[in-house]
C-alpha cells in the first residue's frame, strides 16, 4: 500500500494529550480526514485517558469543541470528514477545551 | 432541515470581505466565511467594538482597569488585545490603565508555584511595563480591608475556608452556582482593594450563553440582561465583558493564527462534575452544536439582552450577595445557596 507524507499539528491544549506539538508521519494514500482521525488514535495519542477530549469513542468524529484545519482552512469549509488528505498537507487539531 | 448538500455549497467559497478564498468561517458556517486576514479583523473589531459602542473609556477619569487573566484561551485573547491596543498596534490608542489580575483557582502549592513561574515567563513578552498581581479565588473570603502582595500569591491562607465552604454547599447546581458569585466578590474585593473601579473578564459568548439559560433555571431572569452584556454596573466597580460577542471557535482559530496559544496555561480539568442545572446546560448546548444548530448561543444572547426586569423593589434594592434587583435584600436563590451551604457563609453576607 503506498504512503503520502503529512504533518499532524496539534494546538490549544491537544498537543498534551500526543507525542508532539507537531509530527511528520506517513499514512495510506488516498486518506480521508475521518481516516486521519483513526491514524491519530492508533498511533500519536499517548493521553489514552483523556482521548475523549481529542476523539470521540470511536474515532469517527472529534470531540465536541476540538477544531480540524487543513492547511490552515477549517474544514467547514472543505468536506468536512470526507475531505481527501493529499501529500504533503497539514492537518491541524485545535482544542478549546483545556486552559483554567 | 436541509444540512445535506451545504457542506459542498461552502467549497472553494470566496471571503465575504474581499475576493480570496475562504479559509475560516464565523460561529454559523452558512452565514459568514473569511480568508485570513479578515477572520482575524473580524474579531478583533468585535472585541473593539463591544467597548466603543458603550463609551466605557469615553472619560478621563477612571482609565484604571483589572484585566482578569485565569490561563484560559479567552484570558490569553484579553490580554493580547489589551497588549496590542497599548502599543498601537491594531488600532488608535484605547485609552486603558491596564492592571493584570491573574486569577488562580488551583489549590495545590505546587500548582500554583508552577503558575507564578509561568507569568513570569508571559509578562517577558505581554503587558510588560505595567503591575501584574496573582490572586486566588480565595481572596473572596477576606474581609474588605486587606492589602495585595506583590510577586506572590495572594489569597493562599484562605484557600482551605474557601475549600471548606463550597463543600458544605449540599446541592451542586447551588455550588457552582456560589462558586460564580464567590468570583465576583474576589474580583470585587480585588479591585477596591487596589481603588479601581472598572475590571474586564474574559467571559465569551458561548460562557454567556450557558450562564444566560443557567440563571433562567436559577429564577433570576429577571436580571440576565445584565450577567450577560458588556457593561454590568455594581455598587462600587464595574464588570466589564468585551468578548461577550465572540465565540470560543472564533478566539480559539484566533489564538491559533496569531501564535498566542503558547500562552495559555494549561491545567487538566477534572471530569468527575456531578450533575447540576449547568451541566445538563452544557449538555444541552453540545446536543444542539453537533446537530448543526449552531446559532443557538447567539439567538440566547441577543434575546437575553433585552430581558429587563421591569418591577424592581423599592429604591433599586439589590441582593447583598449577587447584586440582583430584588425586592429584599437578599434574592430567592441566594437564600436557598445560603440554606443548604454552612455557616461560613453567612459571615460574607
Ligand atoms: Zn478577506
Ligand atoms: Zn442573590
Given at each position: 500500500m503506498s504512503t503520502i507524507p503529512v504533518t499532524i499539528d496539534f494546538s490549544g491544549g491537544a498537543e498534551f494529550l500526543v507525542k508532539a506539538k507537531a509530527q511528520k508521519v506517513q499514512i495510506p494514500a488516498d486518506s480521508t480526514l475521518r481516516d486521519v482521525l483513526k491514524f491519530v488514535r492508533d498511533n500519536l495519542v499517548?493521553?489514552?485517558?483523556?482521548?475523549?477530549?481529542?476523539?470521540?469513542?470511536?474515532?469517527?468524529?472529534?470531540?465536541?469543541?476540538?477544531?480540524?484545519?487543513?492547511?490552515?482552512?477549517?474544514?467547514?469549509?472543505?468536506?468536512?470528514?470526507?475531505?481527501?488528505?493529499?501529500?504533503?498537507?497539514?492537518?491541524?487539531?485545535?482544542?478549546?477545551?483545556?486552559?483554567? | 432541515m436541509e444540512l445535506g448538500n451545504f457542506v459542498t455549497d461552502l467549497n472553494g467559497k470566496k471571503c465575504v470581505k474581499c475576493d480570496k478564498d475562504a479559509k475560516f468561517t464565523g460561529v454559523d458556517p452558512k452565514k459568514a466565511w473569511y480568508?485570513?486576514?479578515?477572520?482575524?479583523?473580524?474579531?478583533?473589531?468585535?472585541?473593539?467594538?463591544?467597548?466603543?459602542?458603550?463609551?466605557?473609556?469615553?472619560?478621563?477619569?477612571?482609565?484604571?482597569?483589572?484585566?482578569?487573566?485565569?490561563?484560559?484561551?479567552?484570558g490569553t485573547f484579553l490580554l493580547h488585545q489589551i497588549n496590542d491596543?497599548?502599543?498601537?498596534?491594531?488600532?488608535?490608542?484605547?485609552?486603558?490603565?491596564?492592571?493584570?489580575?491573574?486569577?488562580v483557582s488551583l489549590t495545590e502549592d505546587t500548582e500554583i508555584q508552577m503558575v507564578i513561574k509561568r507569568i513570569q515567563e508571559i509578562k517577558k513578552s505581554v503587558l510588560e511595563n505595567v503591575r501584574w498581581v496573582v490572586a486566588?479565588?480565595?481572596?473572596?473570603?477576606?474581609?474588605?480591608?486587606?492589602?495585595?502582595?506583590?510577586?506572590?500569591?495572594?489569597?493562599?491562607?484562605?484557600?482551605?475556608?474557601?475549600?471548606?465552604?463550597?463543600?458544605?454547599?449540599?446541592?451542586?447546581?447551588?455550588?457552582?452556582?456560589?462558586?460564580?458569585?464567590?468570583?465576583?466578590?474576589?474580583?470585587?474585593?480585588?479591585?477596591?482593594?487596589?481603588?479601581?473601579?472598572?475590571?474586564?473578564?474574559?467571559?465569551?459568548?458561548?460562557?454567556?450563553?450557558?450562564?444566560?439559560?443557567?440563571?433562567?433555571?436559577?429564577?433570576?431572569?429577571?436580571?440576565?440582561?445584565?450577567?450577560?452584556?458588556v457593561t454590568d454596573k455594581r455598587p462600587d466597580f464595574m464588570l466589564?465583558?468585551?468578548?461577550?460577542d465572540i465565540s470560543k471557535k472564533e478566539l480559539a482559530v484566533y489564538n491559533y493564527l496569531c501564535d498566542i496559544d503558547k500562552h495559555c496555561i494549561h491545567i487538566a480539568q477534572q471530569n468527575n462534575q456531578q450533575k447540576s442545572v449547568q451541566t445538563l446546560t452544557d449538555a444541552f448546548i453540545c446536543t444542539l452544536e453537533n446537530e448543526k444548530f449552531y446559532s443557538t448561543i447567539n439567538t440566547v444572547?441577543?434575546?437575553?439582552?433585552?430581558?429587563?426586569?421591569?418591577?424592581?423593589?423599592?429604591?433599586?434594592?439589590?441582593?447583598?450577595f449577587c447584586n440582583v434587583e430584588v425586592a429584599d435584600s437578599v434574592c430567592s436563590t441566594c437564600s436557598a445557596i445560603r440554606e443548604c451551604t454552612g455557616d461560613l457563609l453567612t459571615l460574607l453576607f
Open positions: 499517548t493521553d489514552v485517558h483523556r482521548i475523549n477530549m481529542l476523539l470521540n469513542d470511536d474515532a469517527s468524529e472529534v470531540a465536541h469543541g476540538v477544531i480540524t484545519l487543513i492547511n490552515d482552512t477549517d474544514t467547514g469549509l472543505l468536506l468536512e470528514y470526507d475531505t481527501v488528505i493529499e501529500a504533503g498537507d497539514t492537518i491541524t487539531f485545535v482544542s478549546t477545551l483545556h486552559g483554567g | 480568508c485570513q486576514e479578515c477572520f482575524v479583523q473580524m474579531v478583533r473589531n468585535k472585541f473593539r467594538s463591544s467597548l466603543s459602542k458603550k463609551k466605557i473609556y469615553k472619560d478621563a477619569d477612571a482609565r484604571d482597569t483589572l484585566i482578569v487573566f485565569d490561563g484560559t484561551l479567552s491596543a497599548l502599543k498601537q498596534i491594531t488600532y488608535k490608542r484605547l485609552m486603558v490603565k491596564p492592571t493584570v489580575l491573574v486569577l486566588h479565588l480565595a481572596c473572596s473570603m477576606y474581609d474588605e480591608d486587606f492589602k495585595l502582595k506583590e510577586n506572590e500569591c495572594n489569597g493562599v491562607e484562605k484557600i482551605s475556608d474557601y475549600n471548606q465552604l463550597i463543600a458544605s454547599c449540599s446541592v451542586p447546581t447551588y455550588r457552582k452556582e456560589l462558586e460564580r458569585v464567590l468570583k465576583e466578590k474576589c474580583l470585587q474585593k480585588i479591585a477596591c482593594s487596589m481603588g479601581i473601579l472598572k475590571c474586564m473578564v474574559p467571559d465569551h459568548a458561548d460562557d454567556l450563553g450557558r450562564l444566560a439559560i443557567d440563571q433562567l433555571c436559577l429564577g433570576r431572569g429577571g436580571s440576565i440582561s445584565t450577567l450577560v452584556t466589564i465583558r468585551p468578548l461577550c444572547l441577543s434575546t437575553a439582552a433585552k430581558i429587563h426586569n421591569t418591577s424592581i423593589g423599592k429604591d433599586d434594592s439589590k441582593c447583598s
